[in-house]
């Protein structure tokens, strides 16, 4: 196993512009995914983007995204037509924040994709930097996206362990059902990064858990050997 991987969230106020009232509130989680994504270029000659998409699909350095449904004309990416979803956009936009030059491709991964098809993406990924991207349970509140679930919390703080600890099975067993009830964002990319984790013990460090507005982020590095 040979791996390098940063996992970021992908709100759209990430990116200032879009909710600049929030950018105090959300400057210490931005700094984490910077951090994270900066250590990740450092260290990879080619970096594949992972995200929830509505189908698998790959695109190429050129692929671009805009921020425009959101109400600001951000672009993110190379030249090509902005089609990327909005996961792999932030993506985009991380590296681009990062001065990231090199090569890039983006693969996107549907959310009713199984834990085994995604771990199996993952073992062709070894090797390549990896940037995935996805949010924690939309339902942490009554004022969250998708209402108060009392489950939410628990299973958001039991993968946070999972990321500190590099916990490689553990984010394998996550249920796909219950990441769906849970509107959870992140469950196929993070089951992709364990596929390309397998068969190594991993350097883990958590960067950030938080969730601002009802809505879980997480920020971790992965590395190995």
């Avoid at 990740?40 to 695109?59: D, N, Q």
């Avoid at 959310?111 to 990924?125: H, K, N, P, Q, Y």
């Avoid at 350097?203 to 507005?213: F, I, Q, T």
Wanted: with cysteine; aromatic share 8%; hydrophobic share 40%.
């Amino acid at each position: 196993m040979s791996l390098a991987a940063a996992v970021c969230p992908h709100p759209p106020a990430l990116v200032p512009e879009v909710a600049p009232g929030a950018v105090e509130t959300l400057e210490p989680l931005r700094a984490a995914c910077d951090a994270a994504v900066r250590e990740l270029v450092e260290v990879s000659r080619g970096i594949v983007c992972v995200g929830t998409a509505p189908e698998h699909r790959w695109w190429g350095s050129d692929a671009s995204g805009t921020l425009r449904p959101y109400g600001v004309d951000v672009h993110a990416g190379g030249t090509a037509e902005e089609n990327l979803p909005l996961s792999l956009t932030i993506g985009a936009w991380l590296l681009d924040r990062a001065g990231y030059k090199g090569p890039r491709r983006y693969v996107g991964v549907p959310d009713d994709w199984s834990s085994a098809l995604c771990a199996e993406l993952g073992r062709e990924l070894n090797g390549v930097g990896l940037l995935v991207m996805g949010d924690g349970s939309a339902r942490r509140g009554e004022k969250a996206p998708g209402y108060l679930d009392e489950r939410a919390e628990p299973f958001d703080d039991g993968v946070a362990d999972l990321f500190a600890n590099g916990d490689v099975e553990g984010l394998l067993r996550l249920d796909p059902a219950t990441a769906r009830e849970l509107l959870i964002a992140g469950r196929a990319p993070w089951q992709v990064l364990a596929g390309a984790a397998e068969g190594g013990t991993v350097k883990s460090e958590l960067r950030s858990y938080v969730a601002p507005y009802g809505v879980a982020y997480y920020v971790a590095s992965w590395g190995g050997p």
